[in-house]
């Protein structure tokens, strides 16, 4: 059997080009978003809202804000003592001195500079609960925006997919009609060969392609804590 290095050349990059030409996964709703699909976007934002850690920690700083703001109000217990004094022996005893027949006192006692102290820090800690509330609008608002971002760089990830792909069968049934023509001496070896180059590249740049539509899909999944799959 006489070995044509050309027809070997052409079977194993046919057969690469019928591998890399199938589909590639893709999750349901992907397929159909649109890059201002803007309820699909603030549907992503609520699922990060719920599963992103950022958002639990300045929820969480919201809270010690919260009960930082509690001990400071109750910290006026501080400012202000109340004493209170028995005298059962002098009772007991059945005399009565120069204030006549005191038998109990109550003392109060005020601490000025906790006085002044308390409000300025009752009015810090209530500041600081409205610095961590809005920390957590700036957040919710960076959140929109970047998934907008990635949101738009997987869609265009997925359309540049499907134009790789489309090229890759084009160049393939483009290389099996040189073939064909080449066979029959109707084409050039040169033309011949730049068909396989065609397919062999067409290959690497779905491969490509495919790639940075899996990165952005991680990307996405990274800020929304959650996989694509499970989002219905």
Do not use: C, H
């Not at 920690?57 to 109340?82: G, Y």
């Not at 059945?94 to 006549?100: C, E, K, L």
């Not at 109060?108 to 009015?123: T, Y």
């Not at 779905?206 to 990165?215: D, F, G, L």
């Amino acid at each position: 059997m006489k070995f044509n290095p050309m027809k070997i050349a052409f079977i194993l990059i046919l057969a690469a080009g019928s591998i890399y030409s199938q589909g590639f996964s893709q999750v349901s709703w992907v397929q159909t978003a649109g890059m201002n699909d803007t309820l699909m976007i603030k549907k992503l934002v609520n699922i990060a809202i719920k599963n992103n850690p950022s958002v639990k920690i300045f929820n969480n700083n919201i809270d010690i804000a919260e009960s930082d703001l509690t001990i400071k109000k109750l910290s006026w217990l501080n400012a202000v003592s109340l004493s209170y004094n028995y005298y059962p022996g002098f009772i007991n005893s059945g005399t009565s001195g120069s204030n006549g027949d005191l038998k109990a006192g109550i003392g109060l006692s005020v601490n000025l500079g906790a006085l002044f102290q308390v409000p300025l820090e009752i009015s810090k800690a209530g500041e600081n609960v409205k610095i961590q509330k809005n920390s957590l609008e700036a957040e919710k608002l960076w959140l929109y925006e970047e998934i907008t971002k990635r949101l738009t760089a997987l869609i265009t990830g997925r359309e540049m997919v499907t134009q790789k792909l489309n090229k890759l069968d084009n160049s393939e049934n483009t290389l099996v009609l040189v073939k064909y023509r080449f066979e029959k001496g109707e084409e050039t070896l040169t033309n011949y060969d730049g068909a396989m180059n065609e397919v062999s590249e067409s290959i690497m740049e779905k491969i490509k392609a495919e790639a940075e539509y899996y990165n952005s899909k991680a990307s996405l999944e990274a800020i929304l804590g959650t996989s694509l799959e499970s989002i219905r």
